[in-house]
């Protein structure tokens, strides 16, 4: 059971806090969803459950156990809001294999057919895909990672 207990985010920029006393709890293997109108705080919120922002008030717990941003980083698998803007290599082979040289061909060709893009070639480079391509490609990028909590 993931849990957050009454986070707050107040960086000291802003007159407002972005988010307070953000309470939710995520039993393993269920999908959540975050709903709320623009500029209320969900993508912040995601960015702390990836350990890439520190809450300013309260804790993310995984049962008992408190979560540091380093733990976060590591179970956690965010796919950002627009996220080809964050390809960094020029083949989606490099892409789907940054940071993770072990990683096999089965493994990867398995997560593209899982995202849809079974047919594309691994030397094609990631801004040649079309847009929707691209986003199903970041969410590869995250899944073959086999992350623990995929954002
Ligand atoms: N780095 C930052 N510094 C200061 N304010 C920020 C920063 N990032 C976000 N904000 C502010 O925090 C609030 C929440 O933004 P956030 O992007 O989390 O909203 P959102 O719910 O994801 O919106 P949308 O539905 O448009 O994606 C907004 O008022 C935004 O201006
Ligand atoms: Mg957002």
Same mark, same amino acid.
């Given at each position: 059971m993931l849990s957050l207990n009454q986070l707050s985010y107040h960086p000291p920029?802003?007159?407002?806090?972005?988010?307070?006393e953000v309470n939710l709890t995520l039993p393993p293997q269920q999908l959540g969803l975050i709903v709320g109108p623009s500029g209320s705080g969900k993508s912040t919120l995601l960015e702390i459950m990836a350990g890439l922002a520190t809450q300013t008030e309260g804790s993310v717990q995984w049962r008992e156990e408190e979560l540091d941003p380093e733990d976060l980083q590591q179970l956690a698998g965010l796919v950002f809001q627009f996220p080809e803007r964050h390809f960094c290599c020029d083949t989606v082979l490099r892409e789907l294999r940054f %940071?993770? +040289?072990?990683?096999s061909t089965t493994q990867l060709d398995e997560t593209l057919s899982a995202v849809g893009l079974? %047919?594309? +070639?691994?030397?094609?480079?990631?801004?040649?895909?079309s847009g929707g391509q691209q986003r199903r490609l970041s969410l590869a990028v995250q899944l073959v990672r086999q992350p623990r909590l995929l954002l």
């Open positions: 920029a802003t007159p407002q806090p972005i988010l307070q %940071g993770h +040289p072990e990683l079974s %047919g594309i +070639p691994l030397s094609t480079p990631p801004y040649a895909l």
